[in-house]
């Protein structure tokens, strides 16, 4: 679950025994507990987010995601997409590939894609580009890329009560 900017809001309220951070009040109301991040993750709504030093392929970043407990970022809203581009101000990976089927595009946690943010006659698989990198000059626009290019990566992992 995510955070839609204009269903959400913030508010401690004394009556509740822990901390509400996410209030959805379009048609339903409910409470998530307050959510935190390990050191070294950013988190936004109920996500952390970590941006890697390393460069490397498009799986060696996916790896050492898996490792860390989390997969290489999928991004399924507008608020997402914003909030990415504000953290690297590098080209980096995130979890999109059409490397199963050309020109059909999944999320590493198999979704399809729905919202996209491709940057202006992208994709294009010039050459075969199978991988995706969020374009650090374009407004974090996306561009395919070949999956074998070195770039940094950003992870996504669910943050934990
Ligand atoms: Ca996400
Ligand atoms: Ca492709
Ligand atoms: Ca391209």
């Given at each position: 679950m995510y955070c839609k900017s204009n269903f959400v809001f913030y508010l401690t309220l004394s009556s509740f025994s822990s901390r509400c951070s996410c209030i959805f009040t379009h048609f339903l109301l409910f409470c998530v507990t307050e959510t935190t991040c390990p050191d070294g993750w950013t988190k936004l709504c109920s996500s952390c987010y970590f941006l890697s030093t390393e460069r490397g392929s498009w799986t060696t970043g996916r790896e050492d995601c898996r490792t860390r407990g989390a997969d290489l970022v999928v991004i399924d809203s507008i608020e997402e997409q914003t909030f990415l581009s504000g953290l690297s101000n590098k080209n980096t990976w995130i979890g999109?590939?059409?490397?199963?089927?050309?020109?059909?595009w999944k999320w590493v946690d198999g979704t399809p894609l729905t919202v996209t943010y491709w940057?202006?006659?992208?994709?294009?698989?010039?050459?075969g580009e199978d991988c995706v990198e969020i374009l650090s000059d374009q407004s974090s626009k996306w561009n395919d890329i070949s999956c074998e290019d070195s770039r940094q990566w950003i992870c996504e992992k669910p943050a934990q009560p």
């Open positions: 999109l590939t059409d490397r199963d089927k050309e020109g059909t940057a202006s006659n992208q994709p294009d698989n010039k050459n």
